[in-house]
């Protein structure tokens, strides 16, 4: 797996993000938004994934857009990520966009080495991960969750749950005490992802500043 690096590489703050090529178009800007919004120096890991529906899936789902079905590689990537998250002495947040938010929202019911889980627009219509959701609990202290407010217009039956189903997580999260943002993002799925992950970054990290502090 190819991996990238931006900021700060010996920062304490450490993001990790799995990426695809256009994304890849995009982190400059991400980066620099990060740097505005995050007030700390810190360390983005982007991991260059490949296969997208396969390696951030996690279990198998038929097609829900195209022919390509989803595979069950979550598990094997997060493995990988993990080899990035070996010095505890360092603040860990795993984010994304798209199909890369759902995985970063799966990996904080893997392990509690994330203090937070930033999904942008993820893909929470992925067949079973309501479910998934209601017979667990995450690992983490913060959730930040958005999506955009044209996304669930969509004539997908299986996308267009999108918007319920993010409701519900967000809701099912609170009741859970997850400290937990849900922000609704002007436009359609499409529509600025480095600004949606930057943000999405920079509320995680805030609200550990605001707990390291009050405690």
């Given at each position: 797996?190819?991996?990238?690096?931006?900021?700060?590489?010996?920062?304490?703050?450490?993001?990790?993000?799995?990426?695809?090529?256009?994304?890849?178009?995009?982190?400059?800007?991400?980066?620099?938004?990060?740097?505005?919004?995050?007030?700390?120096?810190?360390?983005?890991?982007?991991?260059?994934?490949?296969?997208?529906?396969?390696?951030?899936?996690?279990?198998?789902?038929?097609?829900v857009f195209g022919?390509?079905?989803?595979?069950?590689?979550?598990?094997?990537?997060?493995?990988?990520?993990?080899?990035?998250?070996?010095?505890?002495?360092?603040?860990?947040?795993?984010?994304?966009?798209?199909?890369?938010?759902?995985?970063?929202?799966?990996?904080?019911?893997?392990?509690?080495?994330?203090?937070?889980?930033?999904?942008?627009?993820?893909?929470?219509?992925?067949?079973?991960?309501?479910?998934?959701?209601?017979?667990?609990?995450?690992?983490?202290?913060?959730?930040?969750?958005?999506?955009?407010?044209?996304?669930?217009?969509?004539?997908?039956?299986?996308?267009?749950?999108v918007g319920d189903?993010?409701?519900?997580?967000?809701?099912?999260?609170?009741?859970?005490?997850?400290?937990?943002?849900?922000?609704?993002?002007?436009?359609?799925?499409?529509?600025?992802?480095?600004?949606?992950?930057?943000?999405?970054?920079?509320?995680?990290?805030?609200?550990?500043?605001?707990?390291?502090?009050?405690?």
């Amino acid at each position: 797996m190819e991996v990238l690096e931006y900021g700060n590489k010996s920062a304490q703050l450490v993001l990790l993000q799995p990426v695809d090529d256009h994304d890849l178009q995009l982190m400059e800007g991400e980066t620099a938004l990060l740097r505005e919004n995050i007030g700390e120096e810190f360390c983005l890991f982007a991991f260059k994934i490949r296969d997208w529906n396969r390696e951030l899936s996690p279990w198998k789902a038929p097609a829900v857009f195209g022919k390509q079905e989803f595979g069950d590689g979550a598990e094997e990537t997060l493995k990988e990520i993990l080899k990035y998250c070996e010095d505890r002495t360092r603040k860990y947040c795993i984010g994304g966009y798209s199909l890369a938010g759902l995985f970063a929202l799966w990996a904080v019911y893997q392990t509690d080495l994330f203090q937070g889980a930033a999904a942008a627009s993820p893909s929470v219509w992925f067949p079973g991960f309501a479910e998934y959701m209601k017979e667990r609990r995450p690992k983490c202290t913060h959730v930040y969750l958005s999506l955009g407010d044209k996304e669930e217009k969509t004539r997908n039956p299986v996308m267009a749950s999108v918007g319920d189903r993010i409701r519900e997580a967000y809701a099912l999260l609170l009741k859970q005490d997850i400290n937990c943002m849900l922000e609704w993002n002007a436009g359609n799925h499409f529509k600025d992802p480095d600004h949606r992950t930057a943000r999405a970054f920079a509320w995680i990290v805030s609200q550990n500043r605001f707990c390291a502090h009050d405690s």
